[in-house]
């Protein structure tokens, strides 16, 4: 009888995306706990802490114990010191394969402002905005509606919309909360337009189907976790304004050498698609955006994660 692959599988994270990686990983490891593999769970406390499966302070030495055993890493934290390259870092050091971004492309993407410039390089458009630090916010003077964003963050965690000149002082400081650097941007006017990449191990990629939100407002946290956002897939587009994101999508995740997948932000404007952001691991339920993408185009939550989980192992084999 065929061994089953081990498949570890880390959720939790130190970071203010705790929960949300947590319901990730939960139903990550859920979905890919059946006769192909064998789900080895180990988390991350809110503190940095690292335990078993059942909840048992570790540490990293034996958190370290743990990934030698298994055949491939599916690290499902999301934001800092973990999408940021960090757990890509600990794999790459310990020789294992891993699902995912590689340490340059996750750290790069983590950073919104980076992602800006890496984005205008290779000619995709990108929100107008300035970078302020604690000690540069009070020389910015509000002149027109803006948005407020940490810079290494996600889940729209310390995002505020500033319609008045009252409302930047607090959003800045909300910001400031979260992350050492804080964007301001202006605020576009546009269609909230993801897509999603698959990069596979012999170079192709696979480019999910445009996924539309449509929300009251500001897409914030309380609008993506309770399910008032109206998420329409396909998004109703023409073939040029298709083309337009799909070609801005790959020249962006190709760019930043993203692998494994990720979800890629736009809002297309009369002008074209404009970056918001790339997510390198995005929100992984079955019911998050990504998932539902693909299943739109007739792939199963329990295959996508097979097919990410089997190019990883290839990807590893063909390094080694």
Same mark, same amino acid.
Not at 26 to 37: E, I, K, N
């Given at each position: 009888?065929k ?5 570890a599988?880390i ?8 929960d949300?990686s947590?319901?990730?990983a ?12 064998d789900?080895?769970?180990v ?17 990293l030495?034996?958190?370290a ?9 599916l690290?499902?934290?999301h934001?800092?010191?973990g999408e ?5 870092a600990?794999?790459?050091l310990?020789g ?21 410039l890496?984005?205008?390089a290779?000619g995709?458009?990108?929100?107008p905005? =300035? $970078?302020?630090?604690?000690? @540069?916010a009070?020389?910015y003077?509000?002149?027109?509606? !803006?948005v407020?964003?940490?810079? %290494? *963050?996600?889940?729209?965690h310390?995002?505020?919309l500033?319609?008045?000149?009252a ?5 800045v ?15 576009v006017g546009g ?5 999603a990449?698959?990069?596979r ?14 929300v ?7 609008a993506?976790?309770d ?6 897939i396909p ?8 083309k ?12 930043l050498d993203?692998?494994?997948?990720a ?6 404007t009369?002008?074209?698609? =404009? $970056?918001?952001?790339?997510? @390198?691991?995005?929100?992984f339920?079955?019911t998050?955006? !990504?998932?539902?993408?693909?299943? %739109? *185009? ?6 996508l994660?097979?097919?990410?989980v089997?190019?990883?192992l290839a990807?590893?084999a063909?390094c080694?």
């Open positions: 009888m061994a089953r692959t081990r498949v599988v959720g939790g994270g130190r970071s203010c995306e705790h949300v947590t319901a990730s939960a139903s990550v490891a859920a979905a890919l706990d059946h006769s192909s593999y789900v080895v769970r988390s991350i406390d809110p503190h940095g802490t690292w335990l078993d499966g059942c909840g048992r302070p570790i540490g030495a034996g958190a114990h743990v990934l030698r055993s298994c055949d491939v890493v690290p499902v934290v934001g800092p010191h940021d390259g960090t757990l890509a600990l794999c790459e310990a294992l394969p891993y699902v995912g971004s590689g340490v340059g492309a996750g750290a790069v993407a983590m950073d919104k402002w980076v992602t800006k890496v984005a205008g290779v995709v458009a990108t929100t905005g =300035v $970078l302020l630090t604690a000690t @540069t009070a020389t003077v509000w002149t027109h509606p !803006v407020v964003k940490p810079v %290494a *963050a996600g889940s729209s310390g995002v505020s500033v319609d008045s000149p409302g930047l002082a607090p959003a400081r909300a910001a400031l909360e979260v992350d050492a650097r804080v964007l301001v941007e202006d605020v269609r909230e337009i993801d897509i990449v698959i990069a191990p012999d170079g192709s990629r696979w480019v999910s189907p445009t996924l539309e939100i449509v009251d407002g500001l897409f914030d946290f309380a993506k976790y399910g008032d956002a109206d998420f329409r998004a109703v587009l023409t073939e040029a304004e298709q337009a994101l799909e070609d801005a999508a790959l020249a962006v995740f190709d760019a993203c692998r494994g997948v979800r890629v932000d736009f809002f297309l009369e002008d074209g698609p =404009v $970056l918001n952001e790339v997510n @390198t691991m995005p929100g339920t079955a998050s955006q !990504v998932p539902q993408m693909y299943a %739109a *185009a007739g792939l199963a939550y329990p295959d994660l097979d097919l990410l089997r190019d990883a990807a590893g063909s080694g």
